[in-house]
């Protein structure tokens, strides 16, 4: 049986078929798609943007992001943790603001400067 999927790791969008039994992948045009579809299959993870709440800035929220991908089932408890954030200014951009979310070895960092 066979999972067609759009691979999301370049601009292409590659139209993927991965075999679930076997996780061969066909329709790549660059390597990218061979790790894309296998690991959308048994494991898929995203990359986490949000914003969190900063007092003492100009802005009321900053941008915030994930050091690395985070599994699709521990994004809403992730964005949770997020949620609890009231930072204070100055933050810079890079700084670590919540270390290992969630013991999953993921740090959450200040996308700019407030």
Avoid: W, Y
Wanted: aromatic content about 2%; some cysteine.
């Amino acid at each position: 049986m066979k999972k067609e999927m759009i691979c999301i790791l370049c601009p292409r969008g590659c139209r993927l078929s991965v075999d679930i039994d076997t996780l061969e992948v066909l329709g790549h045009s660059c390597p990218r798609g061979t790790q894309f579809g296998p690991q959308e299959l048994t494991n898929a993870k995203r990359m986490l943007t949000t914003t969190a709440t900063i007092v003492g800035a100009i802005h009321k929220r900053i941008p915030v992001r994930t050091t690395s991908s985070v599994p699709l089932d521990k994004i809403f408890e992730c964005m949770k943790e997020i949620k609890k954030l009231k930072l204070i200014a100055p933050i810079r951009r890079g700084d670590i603001l919540i270390e290992n979310i969630l013991d999953i070895g993921v740090d959450i960092i200040a996308s700019r400067s407030l």
